[in-house]
């Protein structure tokens, strides 16, 4: 098992690692990431996000940046991460992945060490947000076996659902993590939210050596498209709708 990165040294700040992961692409992670890291700014809470869907990031588009450099430079020794991160608004910041780039798909394990020193040298911190890619690719196992705690999004979608399945399973047997946060995304309501989890929880306890915990849910809302649509982050301009709603009483447990 891999020492967590918030276990590197004592700090005045919490400097807890999180990753944000899904069995399959289109269940609203990088969103849910994105808006994520606004809310708990907006309660005072140092955010950086990681993109760690290398090859194909799309957390700098979300927040319609253009970056100076990314995790490429740093990865190649081309520039350290202090000059990799990217201010993004309301005092985000954010590390940077490529588009494209398909050698960054599965990072050697020396490429993985110098990112995850690169991480510890990061100035203090509340939260790491680090944004995996879909699926279980060898990137997408080590960085939720970096992570303090790991959450995963989960839709209605019965693809998502077994996905999810799939994922929990792998990481169990990977990572030896046995906790998995779970928060239900697109539903109509809190009722679907966990009659979908409970669904994933009836399969899991039959099968698997885990726990499972339903930290919470965001309704489907047309604002969340209306905003996406226009690069703009529909908790900061739909602040009454239902999902912002939603997603602050997700942040209000993580600053417990």
Not at 230 to 238: D, N, S
Request: hydrophobic share 40%; glycine share 6%.
């Amino acid at each position: 098992m891999n020492q967590s990165l918030s276990e590197a040294g004592e700090m005045s700040r919490r400097r807890r690692t999180i990753s944000v992961t899904s069995g399959k692409g289109g269940v609203g992670k990088s969103s849910i990431v994105s808006n994520m890291a606004y809310m708990l700014t907006s309660m005072g809470q140092l955010t950086y996000i990681f993109d760690a869907d290398l090859s194909l990031g799309n957390i700098d588009v979300m927040f319609g940046m253009v970056p100076k450099f990314n995790v490429r430079d740093l990865i190649e020794g081309k520039k350290h991460i202090t000059d990799v991160v990217a201010e993004g608004p309301f005092g985000i910041k954010i590390i940077p992945a490529t588009s494209g780039v398909s050698e960054l798909s599965h990072l050697s394990m020396e490429e993985r060490q110098i990112l995850v020193s690169s991480f510890r040298e990061l100035p203090d911190y509340d939260f790491l947000i680090v944004d995996t890619s879909a699926g279980l690719s060898s990137n997408v196992v080590y960085f939720n076996a970096i992570s303090e705690d790991i959450f995963i999004v989960v839709t209605p979608d019965p693809a998502s659902l077994t996905d999810s399945y799939a994922v929990i399973k792998a990481l169990r047997g990977k990572t030896g993590q046995k906790n998995f946060n779970i928060i239900m995304n697109l539903v109509r309501d809190e009722k679907e939210a966990l009659e979908m989890f409970k669904k994933i929880v009836t399969v899991a306890d039959k099968f698997l050596d885990v726990y499972l915990d339903f930290f919470g849910y965001i309704p489907a809302d047309d604002n969340i498209s209306a905003a996406t649509r226009k690069q703009k982050l529909w908790a900061e301009h739909f602040p009454r709708t239902s999902a912002t709603k939603a997603l602050t009483r997700i942040c209000d447990r993580l600053v417990m």
